[in-house]
């Protein structure tokens, strides 16, 4: 379904004819379903998670269906557009299809299944020029929508008779303000990017678009940092092995998509201009054809290497291969078989990469928030190709010239984006280096009971009852292989997905209380409960003269000012503070009815620590 993005660039030179508009309102058939996917793929894989996965990619596939419906009985732009950005919920279609495969299918044939759809993005990408030219040469451009139509009802049907749904799912409330913020930094975001080149990217319009999406990103973190069920979970995004995978993804996507750009103008450009070898739209597409045949046979070997190596390995290899392929591409010129060959390298290093990022990301999240991981992952893809349009159409526009009555880059202009896309490939393989090396997933055993893969819930909360936020529970099984593990929200609850009912080790874990472990019988009805019992505090006595202060205001300051914690002396003058973060505090005693203050430096340990202070005599 990733098709959708590029099925209708071949008719863009036709389209401000057909529909009566300018070419600059015509874009807007490319740029509107972006923007939607962009905004739509996040929010559907959130609730593919909570609500059901077959449920929410029928709906996509039923708007898909709609959208291309609407395109196909339209003559207008604004009809056009409404179809589009309905098409635009297709690509959430991957991240929920790769979460299913990851619920449903055997362990051993995950990898394969979870490389072929991941690969979809760029083989979509590819196959919509030559088919969308196809189409439209040989039928009525409106027959391009019917198509998509009759493909998107076949599909749905496909998902409603074959696909099951999916058991593992993860409780909570819908995050609804924090799906409006990042909506609005998405879109602001991605119109800056997109029509950048248009405006002026030193225009009113870009940069107003520019100060919402970091004002809206602004408003975004805090909010998903704050909210019990999070439309992003930034805690996990921002891990380490996460985070890399995620920016190695955008610099992938980035590279993939400038191939597309630079390829297909190469092969359209007059022959006159002596960097284009004029084919016809179809023709063209025809020639980018065998790099996304080849993404399509390389999706077993790139599961392959992935079993035998790791993700890790996998996306070195798929990004270093990428650039071998764009070095081709700026360094070998004028032949038609050489721009072919080196899109094909491209493509090969594409489907190995592309095949690696969902599973890299699956190792590192919750089991229970997989489609949700992977849409963010998608988007982040997204975004990549968005630049990756911007930043190629810079280049080949500062680098025209006119030949032969016919404005082009320049053969030096296509070779320096070859050589950008490049180290972007370069980069994104020297991020896969600092992923961690060791396979530690977090994909049940094969081995499951009768059962089958259940969701096991529970809530951690303090020896008085209340809810301990954002503990961390992590579930082994007693030969001590992870299964899964969760984060717990504001009201104290988790949820994990298991291979089977049965005796599992918890591991929890939470700021400010010692970490306690339990053999529970997990994916009974019934939750479980785990009380943590040892506060981890900051304790001491105030003293005067050898005397007891009570009701001494002890406060705990960090570098920058803020208070840390606070609390008043008992009528022994000892006081308990939560042991906040690691790191130098100034501990501040004021003695009731005193106008006078004492201080001293404290460094927070992981450990319980005792600070007594003897108050100086007057």
Same mark, same amino acid.
């Given at each position: ?287 980018m054809l065998p790099g996304g045949l080849v993404m399509v046979l390389l999706a077993p070997v790139s599961a392959a290497v992935t079993r035998r190596y790791g993700a890790r390995i996998t996306l070195m290899v798929g990004s270093l291969v ?138 951690? *909360?303090? #020896?008085? /009852?209340?809810? !301990?936020?954002? %503990?961390?529970?992590? &579930?082994? =099984?007693?030969?001590? +292989?992870? @299964? $899964? ?103 501040? *005693?004021? #003695?009731? /009815?005193?106008? !006078?203050?004492? %201080?001293?430096?404290? &460094?927070? =340990?992981?450990?319980? +620590?005792? @600070? $007594? ?6």
């Amino acid at each position: 379904m990733s098709l959708m993005q590029t099925l209708v660039v071949p008719l863009l030179p036709e389209l401000p004819t057909l529909l009566g508009t300018t070419a600059d309102n015509a874009s807007w058939l490319v740029t509107i379903t972006l923007l939607t996917s962009a905004v739509a793929t996040p929010i559907l894989s959130k609730v593919a998670d909570m609500v059901g996965k077959r449920l929410v990619m029928a709906l996509a596939l039923g708007v898909l269906v709609v959208g291309s419906v609407v395109c196909a009985l339209s003559g207008s732009l604004g009809g056009m557009m409404a179809g589009r950005a309905l098409q635009g919920f297709a690509p959430a279609l991957i991240p929920v299809g790769i979460s299913i495969m990851r619920d449903e299918l055997p362990k051993e044939r995950v990898g394969s299944a979870v490389a072929l759809m991941s690969a979809t993005l760029g083989i979509g990408a590819a196959a919509g020029l030559p088919l969308g030219g196809a189409i439209a040469t040989a039928l009525d451009w409106h027959s391009l929508f019917w198509v998509s139509a009759g493909m998107g009802a076949v599909m749905l049907a496909a998902v409603l008779l074959v696909v099951p749904e999916s058991s593992v799912r993860s409780p909570g409330r819908f995050d609804l303000v924090g799906a409006v913020l990042l909506s609005v930094a998405l879109t602001s975001l991605l119109l800056a990017i997109s029509k950048g080149a248009a405006w002026g990217w030193t225009s009113r319009a870009t940069l107003l678009c520019l100060v919402v999406a970091v004002l809206g990103f602004a408003a975004t973190a805090p909010w998903e940092l704050r909210v019990g069920n999070p439309l992003v979970d930034l805690r996990t995004s921002a891990r380490r092995p996460v985070l890399l995978t995620n920016v190695a993804s955008l610099l992938a996507g980035f590279a993939m998509y400038a191939n597309l750009l630079v390829s297909t103008q190469e092969l359209q450009l007059p022959e006159a201009t002596g960097v284009g070898f004029g084919l016809p739209p179809t023709a063209a597409g025809l020639a980018m054809l065998p790099g996304g045949l080849v993404m399509v046979l390389l999706a077993p070997v790139s599961a392959a290497v992935t079993r035998r190596y790791g993700a890790r390995i996998t996306l070195m290899v798929g990004s270093l291969v990428m650039a071998v392929g764009y070095a081709a591409r700026a360094l070998l010129t004028g032949q038609l078989w050489q721009l072919v060959t080196g899109t094909t390298v491209i493509s090969v290093g594409t489907a190995i990469a592309f095949a690696a990022m969902p599973i890299l990301v699956m190792r590192f999240v919750p089991i229970t928030e997989t489609a949700a991981a992977n849409g963010l992952n998608t988007l982040v893809r997204s975004i990549g190709t968005s630049s990756s349009s911007a930043v190629v159409a810079a280049v080949l526009t500062a680098g025209a010239v006119t030949t032969a009555g016919v404005a082009a880059p320049t053969a030096a202009a296509f070779a320096r984006v070859s050589w950008i896309a490049a180290a972007a490939a370069v980069l994104a393989a020297l991020l896969a280096t600092a992923l961690p090396g060791r396979e530690v997933t977090a994909v049940p055993s094969p081995a499951r009971d009768e059962t089958g893969e259940v969701v096991a819930r529970g809530e951690v *909360v303090t #020896p008085d /009852g209340h809810p !301990v936020r954002l %503990a961390v529970v992590t &579930v082994l =099984t007693l030969r001590g +292989r992870r @299964v $899964d593990w969760a984060r717990t929200d504001h009201t104290g609850t988790w949820s994990v997905a298991l291979p089977g009912r049965g005796r599992y080790l918890v591991v929890c874990s939470a700021d400010g209380w010692s970490p306690r472990s339990r053999v529970l019988d997990l994916g009974a009805d019934r939750p479980q409960r785990i009380v943590l019992c040892d506060r981890r505090e900051l304790v001491g006595v105030v003293r005067h003269g050898g005397a007891a202060v009570a009701d001494a205001l002890v406060t705990l300051t960090g570098p920058a000012g803020e208070t840390a914690e606070h609390a008043r002396t008992d009528r022994q003058g000892r006081y308990a503070l939560p042991l906040p973060p690691l790191g130098g505090y100034v501990l501040t *005693v004021l #003695p009731p /009815g005193s106008d !006078v203050a004492h %201080a001293t430096d404290v &460094v927070v =340990t992981p450990q319980r +620590r005792t @600070v $007594d202070l003897d108050l100086p005599v007057a």
